[in-house]
């Protein structure tokens, strides 16, 4: 069967540091990948999504950036983080269906 | 552009009581839908999806959503429902790009 983790689960981090949140699945190929922002009190908001290694697409401009390394592994990062990045990072994967499956997520607070 | 609106922030309801929580979407081709529920803290759970077929559909946990067409709806339901079902749900339209449009959500508190 299919899961996705992510980690860490939960992250305190200073204005203006680095971040990379790893998200990776385990038992399909060739996923489509998501990231989400969940902010207190709202819905979720796609932040990027991949069809394949290599090919990222931004659905808002941001101070954030995504990468795909490998065929099941998806990453966000930004190089100086801000306050309004603060929020519960969400990844999900597809199989091609149009359904979505989600991970733990990650609590980022910044500081 | 595809979008979702739940009309409910917050519903409030008695163990053992029914349950039901609103959808509308807009999207101009047929609708992919979708009802997730997220606990405190933890990722998003899919409940159920209608892609076409009975417009009536099952789920896991004892819910069921009808799909109406004609009211762009697609409203969740519970017959009766447990304590473990206080969490926040969401409701999702997805489009032929394979991405999905999220509603903001609406908690449930469920009181003994």
């Known amino acids: 069967s299919q899961t996705i983790h992510q980690w860490p689960a939960t992250l305190v981090q200073p204005v203006g540091s680095p971040l990379s949140l790893e998200c990776t699945v385990e038992g399909t190929s060739n996923p489509n990948l998501y990231w989400y922002r969940q902010a207190a009190g709202r819905g979720l908001q796609l932040l990027f999504y991949s069809v394949g290694i290599g090919q990222i697409s931004s659905e808002v401009p941001q101070n954030l950036s995504a990468s795909r390394p490998q065929d099941r592994q998806f990453i966000l990062s930004s190089k100086k983080l801000l306050l309004s990045d603060s929020g519960f990072y969400l990844c999900?994967?597809?199989?091609?269906?149009?359904?979505?499956?989600f991970g733990p997520g990650t609590r980022l607070t910044v500081l | 552009a595809q979008s979702v609106t739940q009309p409910d922030i917050h519903i409030t309801v008695s163990e053992g009581a029914s349950l039901e929580l609103r959808c509308n979407y807009s999207y101009g081709a047929t609708p992919y839908l979708f009802w997730y529920v997220q606990s405190p803290g933890q990722g998003l759970q899919l409940l159920l999806k209608y892609f076409s077929g009975d417009t009536l559909v099952q789920g896991i946990k004892g819910f069921e959503a009808e799909f109406k067409r004609s009211q762009s709806s697609f409203n969740l339901r519970k017959p009766s429902v447990h304590w473990s079902d206080a969490a926040e749900y969401f409701c999702a339209v997805g489009s032929n790009d394979y991405k999905l449009s999220f509603g903001a959500g609406t908690t449930v508190t469920v009181r003994a």
């Open positions: 999900a994967w597809s199989g091609g269906e149009h359904e979505q499956f």
